[in-house]
């Protein structure tokens, strides 16, 4: 069975029978998992593991892992300094800052790898304006030169742990004030101003090389009437034409208050952000949305979408408890602490 384009989510920290049957759907392509499927590092292994058996081709399995604000699972797991922190020390030694956010990406990797995880939505490549309270601290810096440095250590960090990094949110949702989990955020900037600056690391980690990227849903009028994951000319024209990406294109999630423009049933928004070219869409937090999707959505398989999702699974791994004892992981904990100095805070986003 091949990957189906619908990643979805679990009501708890244990797989239900009817959980098991809605991901043997052949739309069913990948899990993401929230703070509430995690008790503990024993447990979260066990649920991934079972996650991963349910299928020949095993499913995607992705949590939103960046630190700071949004960190899903910690019980068991190193807390991680919001990025924005890598930001303040790259403005003092930007190589330093570089060699730090290279560890922090493989230390948030590779704990997450040796769990079963395959990917967590990071980095974000979204420039903090200092007008949106929902990125704030979430992104790298203000320049984007210097956030597409940071950005490119840090997914090179991922990849020595084995996972493949997901840049967020193209083309950017910095230069927004409003939340698009509670409304739908209007950026009127034209696209030249767009290209100066939010589109930058973009660009940058594309040339990388990064091998996926998540759509904002944010409607930039200069550019395209729908949200740009709804946008065929944000995901084909720009992104794929003229920018020369290659890799997966994720939907946020579709429950969100940005996605309603695409339509009252989940079935639509998801027809509507596959056809503009994402190759995988999230619903997250309302299971009735998934059930009518489910039952309604009617998609022909995409063989590049599969080619796409299918490189994105995790490579080697070790256990926790091997992670844990050496002496690579003791020193990135030491060094990450060197520079965290943000407040401990629960607000999962």
């Known amino acids: 069975m091949s990957l189906g384009p619908l990643m979805i989510d679990l009501q708890g920290p244990r797989l239900l029978p009817e959980e098991r049957e809605m991901l043997l759907h052949p739309l069913v392509g990948g899990v993401i998992l929230f703070a509430r499927n995690h008790e503990d590092p024993r447990q979260l292994t066990a649920l991934i593991e079972e996650l991963h058996q349910v299928r020949r081709t095993r499913l995607l399995i992705a949590v939103d892992q960046e630190g700071g604000r949004v960190q899903r699972f910690r019980e068991g797991f190193t807390r991680l300094p919001a ?52 990125i704030g601290d979430r992104a790298f810096h203000r320049n984007p030169e210097t956030l597409s440095d940071l950005a490119h250590s840090y997914m090179v960090g991922m990849r020595h742990a084995g996972m493949a990094a997901v840049g967020k949110h193209f083309p950017g949702h910095g230069g927004v004030v409003a939340d698009s989990h509670m409304e739908l955020p209007e950026d009127p900037r034209k696209i030249a101003d767009l290209r100066d600056e939010d589109l930058l690391p973009f660009e940058r980690l594309i040339h990388y090389g990064i091998p996926a990227l998540m759509a904002a849903h944010v409607v930039y009028t200069d550019v395209a009437p729908m949200p740009a994951g709804f946008s065929y000319n944000w995901l084909h024209t720009v992104l794929r034409e003229e920018l020369g990406f290659q890799g997966a294109v994720f939907s946020d999630d579709l429950s969100m208050a940005g996605a309603a423009v695409a339509g009252e049933r989940y079935s639509d928004r998801c027809r509507v952000a596959l056809e503009a070219g994402c190759d995988m869409v999230l619903i997250c937090n309302h299971p009735p949305g998934v059930a009518e999707a489910l039952d309604n959505l009617e998609i022909s398989p995409n063989p590049a979408s599969q080619l796409r999702l299918t490189r994105l699974h995790g490579r080697h791994s070790r256990s926790l408890e091997a992670l844990t004892a050496s002496p690579q992981w003791r020193k990135a904990v030491e060094l990450l602490h060197s520079y965290d100095h943000t407040p401990l805070l629960d607000l999962d986003l």
Do not use: C, N, Y
């Open 83 to 134: 990025v924005a922190e890598l930001g303040i020390e790259a403005d003092t030694d930007i190589e330093h800052a570089k060699q730090l956010a290279e560890i922090t990406g493989w230390l948030m990797a590779v704990e997450l790898r040796a769990v079963g995880v395959d990917i967590s939505f990071a980095p974000v490549l979204d420039i903090d304006h200092g007008r949106s309270k929902v």
